[in-house]
């Protein structure tokens, strides 16, 4: 479903990812961590088309994401970091503008499948710019998912949700991948990687330290934090 190539993007003389390769297959979920600034955000925004490498490439669903961003973006879903709705639409009219412009059917059961899944259907008709963070992170869930898209890619999921939220989130992202859909998001929440992800890549200073199943870990008997932690203080040292 991935395919990244030498993957390299600088910012002026700061080279946020550094020649990074990796796949994602299809039915995985694949968790990018990284302290903050290490590059999680720029390589998702790499992989969905919406700033260009500066070498390198990513086929994203069979698709070039720089030569193609438009044809990825209607493919995947995608929930940016701090991304919010827009203020002056309501929630419900927010879902029914995302559903417009992807031509999907059925609108009304989409909406209200999210509505009912993520329990927010009493802010259906608030404006965006008057609901919590939380439920705006709701609302920009649902919409990557309103078409069911086969990818899914998403930074920080689970960031402004309450623990019964991020519950039924981590739940769905376990069944949405048990039905052959596959994620990549990112995280710096060690736990939520080690619970739900299969395969993990740590990435510090624009590079990936590791990469590799978490049953590895688990099945070493270490801890994802201590792993994490040597990893990244041993690269900072190096
Ligand atoms: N538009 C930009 N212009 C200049 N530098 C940028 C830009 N976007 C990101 N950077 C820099 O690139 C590096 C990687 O940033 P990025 O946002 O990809 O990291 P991140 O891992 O997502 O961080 P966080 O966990 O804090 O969100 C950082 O040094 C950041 O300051």
């Known amino acids: 479903m991935i395919e990244a190539t030498e993957l390299t993007k600088n910012y002026g003389n700061v080279t946020a990812v550094n020649r990074v390769s990796f796949s994602v297959a299809e039915g995985e979920l694949f968790g990018l961590l990284g302290p903050n600034g290490s590059g999680k955000t720029t390589m998702i925004r790499m992989l969905t088309g919406q700033i260009p490498p500066t070498s390198g490439s990513a086929r994203v669903m069979g698709l070039d994401a720089a030569k193609d961003p438009i044809g990825v973006r209607g493919l995947v879903g995608i929930i940016p970091e701090q991304e919010t709705p827009p203020s002056f639409l309501t929630a419900e009219e ?16 989409r909406c209200d499948r999210w509505f009912d899944l993520l329990e927010f259907g009493d802010k259906r008709d608030v404006l965006c710019k008057d609901l919590s963070r939380g439920t705006r992170q709701k609302l920009m869930f649902a919409q990557a998912f309103l078409h069911e898209p086969e990818l899914a890619l998403i930074d920080e ?3 402004n949700l309450d623990p019964i939220m991020q519950r039924t989130v981590k739940d769905f992202l376990r069944e949405y991948v048990q039905g052959g859909g596959t994620v990549f998001f990112s995280t710096h929440i060690l736990e939520i990687a080690e619970e739900i992800c299969d395969r993990i890549g740590v990435i510090h200073n624009g590079r990936i330290l590791h990469s590799g199943p978490v049953e590895d870990l688990v099945g070493s008997g270490r801890h994802l934090e201590s792993f994490f932690l040597d990893l ?5 040292g190096a």
Request: no cysteine; net charge negative.
């Open 157 to 159: 999921p689970l960031i």
């Open 94 to 109: 927010y879902l029914r503008f995302v559903a417009s412009i992807r031509n999907l059917d059925s609108v009304d059961e």
């Open 232 to 236: 990244v203080k041993g690269d900072a």
